[in-house]
């Protein structure tokens, strides 16, 4: 080949190049499709009864307060109790739909729905970490996202367990803040 058809022949190459990366850079671009929550790999006390299936995923982030307070049935000796959770429910994509705060657990909407529960069973969620949790919703208050929802799992824990400090009698009425993140997942009746 001569110098001159090699010239052109790269000029045609590059030519192509150019065209097929034009053509793919106007392209859409794919929309990666995550599938929805499954329940594979859960205890099977906390998976939630055939016949369900998920309405919404949030992620929680937020804290629980607990008060050193006198143990019950045990004079001069004291342990954290549990005194409610705050936390923002927000979508997959970041964006904040609701909240949890308590007592009683309540799981509210931005549009006013809410609702609360009647915990069925807990189960180990590793060292640190509140337990997964399965809860069958009562009847919703108000008419929104929360209307139908039969149970919410607690999953995808990280922290929320009561505080290490020292709690005795001497430090009663402490309060302390511990903060955690968990995924609410929302099921009504399929």
């Known amino acids: 080949m ?3 058809h090699l010239s052109l ?3 045609v190459s590059a030519v ?6 034009s053509a793919c850079g106007s392209m859409a671009p794919m929309v ?3 599938p929805m929550f499954t329940q594979d790999g859960l205890p099977d006390a906390v998976k939630v009864p055939a016949g369900n299936k998920v309405t919404l995923e949030t992620v929680g982030v937020g804290e ?7 143990r019950a049935n045990a004079p ?3 342990e954290w109790v549990f ?14 739909v609701g909240k949890y705060h308590g007592p009683p657990a309540t799981w509210e909407a931005l549009d006013g729905s809410r609702v609360t529960a009647t915990q069925l069973a807990v189960a180990p969620a590793g060292t640190g970490n509140l337990p997964l949790q399965l809860v069958k919703v009562n009847p919703a208050t108000g008419m929104g996202a929360m209307t139908g929802v039969t149970h919410i799992q607690r999953v995808a824990l990280k922290g929320g367990v009561a505080p290490a400090s020292e709690c ?5 009425g402490k309060k302390e803040i511990v903060k955690y993140q968990a995924d609410y997942i929302f099921w009504k009746a399929a």
């Not at 005194?83 to 904040?96: E, M, T, Y």
């Not at 005795?168 to 009663?172: C, I, K, L, Q, Y």
Request: proline share 5%; aromatic share 2%; charged share 20%.
């Open 76 to 78: 001069g000796m004291a």
């Open 16 to 21: 192509s190049a150019a065209a097929l990366l």
């Open 32 to 34: 990666s499709m995550k």
């Open 64 to 70: 629980i307060t607990y008060e050193c307070r006198d």
């Open 2 to 4: 001569s110098i001159k």
């Open 83 to 96: 005194v409610g959770p705050h936390a923002v429910l927000s979508d997959r994509s970041g964006r904040q």
């Open 9 to 11: 022949l790269a000029a």
């Open 168 to 172: 005795s009698p001497a430090t009663r």
